[in-house]
């Protein structure tokens, strides 16, 4: 089992910036990916940003340029930099682990931009 450790979320202008944090409770010796997927309501879940094991990243198309995803692997934590918020990045964030053929979910954290 993996256990996650996360913080950021919160209330943020327009245009401002915000960090999250997650960080696995344990090594992950079958890491695949690792990443955020955001829910905002009434819409799908969708995956927002993603390392990979070869040191990939995925992003999706509308946070390009903005967010920026980092990996720790001392740490077994990611890091997304939140920058340029908009209304629309509105949603429940929530980090992933993806070990092998396990999903494991964060609690998730809110993130609200205000207009």
């Known amino acids: 089992q993996v256990q996650f450790v996360e913080s950021g979320g919160g209330l943020v202008q327009s245009g401002g910036s915000m960090r999250l944090s997650c960080a696995a409770s344990?090594?992950?010796?079958?890491?695949?990916?690792m990443g955020w997927y955001r829910q905002a309501p009434g819409k799908q879940r969708e995956l927002v940003a993603a390392?990979?094991?070869?040191?990939?990243?995925y992003y999706l198309e509308s946070v390009k340029g903005r967010f920026t995803i980092s990996r720790d692997n001392a740490k077994n934590a990611v890091y997304l930099q939140m920058n340029s918020l908009k209304p629309e990045d509105t949603a429940v964030y929530y980090c992933?682990?993806?070990?092998?053929?396990?999903?494991?979910w964060g609690q998730g954290t809110l993130v609200t931009v205000s207009s």
């Open positions: 344990r090594r992950t010796p079958s890491f695949y990916s």
């Open positions: 992933y682990l993806k070990e092998g053929d396990t999903n494991y």
């Open positions: 390392v990979y094991v070869a040191d990939s990243a």
